[in-house]
């Protein structure tokens, strides 16, 4: 392919785990070792909009994921995973390409007289591009239109299904064309499901039982309440406490229903004798905000500058065999690091410009990054352990703006002066200041590596700099019922 970025050599290290599969620690159903890791499923489940402070697993109050929860019995659970975007499709671009937005290049046009979405750029290869060149069946089933085949989401799958009537498809239809597309498949194959029920209007299933909450029927729906739909629509973000209790309540009724979907997949799989030798990856595209408070600001829904709320997303690694069953990752990781992980275990080469690691490895260090990009300004965030590093940089000017939140204040309020962690008028305790200092020295590492790898400047677009990509009339209807474009 013209332009296409070339392999990396692997890593001596990296690839242990297909030889412990060689060896025969991973067994098939019928009990005897694999002679190829290349005969591994490979399923890759996203929850859209869902905030990690929302998962069972992860500390929530309420039973939301009881499937997920059983799943990290099996696999292995990331606690402190991030995604590189506040939105759906930059996220999901580096889940497909082990690239942060800036490098993949899908993410909304940062000049508002034209509202678009940047395609991926075609340099990169996909996940879906690798693993069909490596002889995998490979389909796609999406259920919201950020991430649509003529944004490039659809290079490299044989079948990638974002035809639906409205602006989205919850997981029941969904689930039907999974089914219907499982039952013909007959050899390895890469399966890609995005679950949309958590994205607003808040409109929980009305033929679940849910363990909590009032019934669905009983409340009237909430929209999402991104800032464009707000700006738009020229709404006032409620801040009644009764009123934003059931709007969260429904929130979390529509994640309860994301999991049951995602337990009915897993139940087919079973059912197909295709889970033995699945290889199941469960994550998040990014998170959302009810009236959650950043510093001094109070942010509702996504699409924002990234934070904790916004970018903490689940993440669960299920192995053929449940190898590693039950282990729990505390350290930093990022969702880019999803594509050489996959890469690690089924032992194939990856993109010379990734540079995420495998999560197979052990995580001595961790840290993530998240970008976000406005008119004439560039946001990063930067996350590591309980820290993160807010940055917006004038594209003009080059004046940066830094905040440094200490994540364990459940508040948010907490901030941390980054210039004066050394000033001892700045009260903190010797190991929050050591941790600090740490964390700053950290940032400043990343920062250098990443304006490297940008070739030393700031990231700067003008409307014609990038090649868009000219949406369909009925994606654009979809993306402004939404909230993502104005609506016709």
Request: hydrophobic content about 35%; proline content about 7%; some cysteine.
């Amino acid at each position: 392919m013209k332009g296409r970025i070339p392999y990396r050599s692997v890593d001596p290290f990296l690839g242990w785990l297909p030889l412990l599969v060689l060896a025969g620690v991973v067994l098939t159903s019928c009990g005897g070792p694999r002679e190829s890791p290349h005969d591994v499923n490979v399923v890759l489940v996203t929850f859209d909009t869902i905030r990690g402070d929302h998962i069972s697993h992860l500390g929530y109050a309420l039973p939301t994921t009881p499937n997920l929860d059983e799943l990290c019995e099996q696999g292995i659970s990331f606690h402190r995973s991030y995604a590189t975007s506040s939105w759906t499709a930059p996220s999901h671009g580096s889940l497909f390409t082990g690239l942060l937005p800036s490098q993949h290049g899908c993410h909304m046009a940062p000049w508002e007289e034209d509202e678009q979405i940047l395609p991926l750029s075609s340099e990169n290869m996909t996940l879906a591009e690798l693993l069909s060149e490596s002889g995998w069946a490979t389909a796609g089933f999406i259920g919201g239109p950020a991430i649509a085949g003529g944004i490039g989401f659809s290079r490299g799958f044989d079948l990638y299904d974002d035809d639906w009537v409205g602006p989205q498809r919850l997981g029941g239809a969904t689930n039907e064309k999974v089914f219907a597309w499982l039952s013909k498949v007959n050899r390895p194959f890469f399966l890609f499901v995005n679950y949309f029920d958590a994205h607003g209007p808040y409109e929980p299933d009305p033929s679940l039982t849910y363990p909590f909450g009032e019934k669905p029927e009983a409340v009237e729906p909430y929209q999402s309440f991104s800032p464009g739909t707000a700006k738009r629509q020229k709404k006032t973000m409620p801040t009644d406490p009764e009123e934003i209790r059931h709007i969260v309540e429904r929130y979390d009724q529509e994640i309860f229903a994301t999991d049951h979907f995602l337990g009915r997949l897993i139940k087919r799989l079973k059912e197909l004798g295709k889970w033995d030798r699945t290889l199941l990856v469960v994550t998040g595209d990014h998170g959302e905000a009810f009236s959650d408070q950043v510093g001094a600001e109070v942010f509702w829904g996504h699409g924002h500058m990234p934070g904790r709320v916004q970018s903490h997303v689940p993440l669960v690694l299920r192995l053929p065999g449940d190898v590693r069953a039950g282990e729990v990752v505390t350290r930093t990781v990022s969702n880019q690091d999803l594509f050489p992980t996959l890469c690690d275990f089924l032992s194939l080469p990856v993109p010379s410009n990734v540079r995420g690691r495998s999560l197979l490895l052990p995580i001595t260090d961790g840290a993530a990054m998240a970008e976000k990009f406005f008119p004439g300004r560039y946001g990063n965030t930067f996350f590591r352990d309980d820290f993160m590093v807010r940055s917006l940089e004038e594209i003009s000017s080059g004046h940066v703006r830094e905040t440094m939140h200490d994540l364990s204040d459940p508040t948010g309020k907490k901030l941390i002066p980054i210039a004066r962690i050394d000033d001892p008028e700045v009260k903190m305790s010797d190991e929050d200041r050591a941790r600090a200092r740490e964390v700053a020295r950290a940032l400043l590492s990343a920062r250098a590596a990443h304006k490297k790898m940008r070739g030393g400047v700031s990231p700067q677009f003008e409307p014609g700099d990038l090649e868009g990509t000219k949406l369909s009339e009925e994606t654009r209807r979809k993306l402004g019922a939404l909230g993502y474009l104005e609506s016709e």
